[in-house]
């Protein structure tokens, strides 16, 4: 008998371990979860399971279970799993070179600017420059712009240059100034350099910074690579794995390639080159470049400057000052690249902010567009919009590039900006999503917080971080919670060429996702900012843990 039973047992073991055999081996299998594939369905699922950097199978606990089994298992706990975040328009560079300068950021006052200023310089006292980013005097109980006096007067002999907050305009101490022989009477298109009384106040708008900028030493390729792996670790953090990045020179082209090639950057990038005429026909020639972590298919042109310091382009001039701001670039230049790169392979993505600045973009794309689908040109911030202009994305599938927390961080100084007919067709995302079909999300980082879920919550509740205004601003222009994720997500892969490879959790696809300790798509709108990163995985490896 216990013969028997001793062959029953083997059989059965014989039968299990067959059995386990016949499984197909995977690198990861994550279970128990509640998965937003953001597939053509918006369907949820259990489980997925993940070979060679790749979703292969994404399905119920008990089909993935049974039929692979994999070197690592995680069991979610019914946590949120969602498609890698991407953000469709930010400053990867922009963010690295910010965490090493004075931040500025909600600073109520001059008095705090420099307290900020002095507390940075005390901290880092061999610096040849003193640089710094953030300050917004929209916030301040005199919201004009700032002179550089108190600058002057606290640091005489280091030249200082802090930028504000949208990165059109800047202040200038006199020692920057004298440096970059900067002069009263100095004038150049597409910029300002202000003065009053005929005596420079420090103020630079748009093509202005660059007279000052050109003089700030770089820094060495060395310290620019740690910066960059700390700017990767931060993205990690809120769950971003694929970048868009808004406007890179040829350097930091360059730099990119050598650092995907030695597997220095783990997270992805989808790199805009800055628009330089005369390089232009040479990077044409050369052709897009494309690879599971670094794709160079896109050129940025910036069209004009930020609302935020009257320099976005508008039709009418401003309802609290007489100008109406300028282009960057005149319209037959950018008529002459626009046209050089509708016969290329090439995308393009303009920054155009002001309702003058859109319209001119709108008309010189769908002319040079016309009868070339799937070309994915995109408007970026498409901001202010004249009311017969939205028609215009429709005509040659043009994609909005929206970041939604610009509608909640100007909202309590645009009335004043626009006035109130205006600002009717300003921040319309709802109204750009019907006419273009996809709208792609994104953060302008670090103008904004590089977290999406800040973007999320703007998009779907237009409230601040104090869930202010009750019932939203222009609540008739939010998105719905799908839209926004999609936004963030699979549009997004679309709006850079890449929704055959991620922005979904689909088999087949590059396996980045992340996981949140709470569901987005369910909690109280109140709560969605304070929801944390879980962990990040980018190819299926964790890069991030909390």
């Given at each position: ?6 062959t029953?047992?083997?059989l ?5 371990m ?22 053509a369905?918006?369907?949820t699922?259990?489980a997925?399971?993940?070979k060679?950097g ?22 979610a ?37 420099v307290?900020?200023?002095i ?24 919201k ?11 640091f005489?002999?280091?030249?200082v ?11 200038a ?26 005596k ?12 000052v ?18 700017a990767?670790?931060?993205?990690f ?40 005429p ?47 701001g300028f ?6 230049e950018?008529d002459?690249?626009?046209?050089k ?12 902010i002001g309702?003058?600045a ?17 070309k ?12 017969g202009?939205f028609?215009?994305?429709?005509l ?15 909202m309590?100084w645009?009335?004043?900006?626009l ?10 995302y709802?109204?750009l999503l019907k ?10 980082f670090p ?5 999406p ?45 890449q ?23 369910q909690?109280?709108?109140n709560?969605?900012?304070?929801v ?15």
């Amino acid at each position: 008998m216990n013969r028997l039973i001793s062959t029953a047992l083997l059989l059965l073991i014989t039968i299990y371990m067959s059995a386990c055999n016949n499984k197909l081996q995977v690198d990861l299998i994550v279970h128990h979860a509640k998965v937003y594939t953001v597939n053509a369905d918006f369907s949820t699922e259990e489980a997925f399971a993940i070979k060679d950097g790749k979703f292969i199978a994404v399905g119920k606990n008990d089909d993935i279970l049974k039929k692979y089994s994999g070197g690592k298992i995680v069991n979610a706990e019914n946590r949120a799993i969602y498609p890698g975040f991407y953000d469709a328009h930010c400053h990867f560079f922009g963010l690295a070179a910010g965490m090493h300068q004075v931040n500025l950021v909600d600073v109520a006052s001059m008095d705090e600017l420099v307290a900020r200023v002095i507390a940075f310089r005390s901290k880092y006292p061999d610096d040849a420059w003193i640089i710094g980013h953030g300050w917004d005097q929209n916030k301040w109980k005199n919201k004009e712009f700032p002179d550089n006096s108190r600058l002057n007067e606290t640091f005489p002999n280091v030249p200082v240059f802090l930028e504000r907050i949208d990165g059109h305009a800047a202040l200038a101490n006199d020692k920057a100034l004298t440096i970059a022989d900067v002069k009263a009477d100095k004038y150049l298109a597409g910029g300002l350099v202000e003065q009053k009384n005929g005596k420079l106040t420090g103020i630079l708008v748009d093509n202005a910074m660059n007279l000052v900028q050109e003089k700030i030493p770089s820094p060495t390729p060395e310290k620019m690579v740690t910066m960059l792996k700390e700017a990767e670790k931060a993205c990690f953090s809120v769950g971003l794995t694929t970048l868009a990045d808004a406007g890179l020179e040829k350097e930091q082209i360059e730099l990119l390639h050598d650092l995907y090639r030695r597997k220095v950057l783990t997270i992805r990038e989808y790199a805009m080159i800055m628009l330089n005429p005369s390089t232009l026909d040479q990077i044409l020639k050369k052709g897009i470049f494309k690879s599971e972590s670094l794709d160079i298919r896109s050129f940025k042109i910036v069209g004009d400057g930020a609302l935020g310091s009257r320099g976005a382009c508008l039709l009418q001039s401003y309802s609290d000052a007489p100008t109406n701001g300028f282009l960057l670039r005149s319209p037959q230049e950018l008529d002459s690249a626009i046209k050089k790169i509708a016969n290329s392979d090439f995308q393009l993505n303009v920054h155009a902010i002001g309702d003058s600045a859109n319209r001119l973009i709108l008309n010189t794309f769908n002319k040079y567009l016309k009868g070339k689908p799937n070309k994915r040109w995109r408007i970026e911030h498409a901001q202010v919009i004249s009311p017969g202009d939205f028609e215009k994305f429709s005509l040659s599938s043009l994609i909005p590039s929206i970041q939604p927390t610009h509608a909640t961080s100007d909202m309590n100084w645009a009335l004043e900006r626009l006035g109130s007919q205006r600002l009717k067709y300003a921040y319309a995302y709802k109204q750009l999503l019907k006419k273009a079909g996809k709208v792609a999300l994104g953060s302008d980082f670090p103008v904004e917080d590089i977290n999406p879920l800040y973007g999320f919550h703007a998009a779907v509740a237009r409230t601040d971080k104090n869930n202010q205004p009750v019932g939203g601003f222009q609540i008739e222009n939010a998105l719905s919670r799908e839209e926004a994720l999609k936004g963030m997500t699979i549009w997004a892969a679309y709006a850079c060429f890449q929704e055959d490879a991620r922005g979904s959790i689909e088999r087949n696809k590059l396996a980045d996702f992340v996981v949140l300790e709470n569901d987005i798509m369910q909690s109280p709108l109140n709560e969605i900012r304070n929801v944390k990163v879980n962990a990040t995985y980018v190819g299926g490896e964790a890069v991030f843990k909390r």
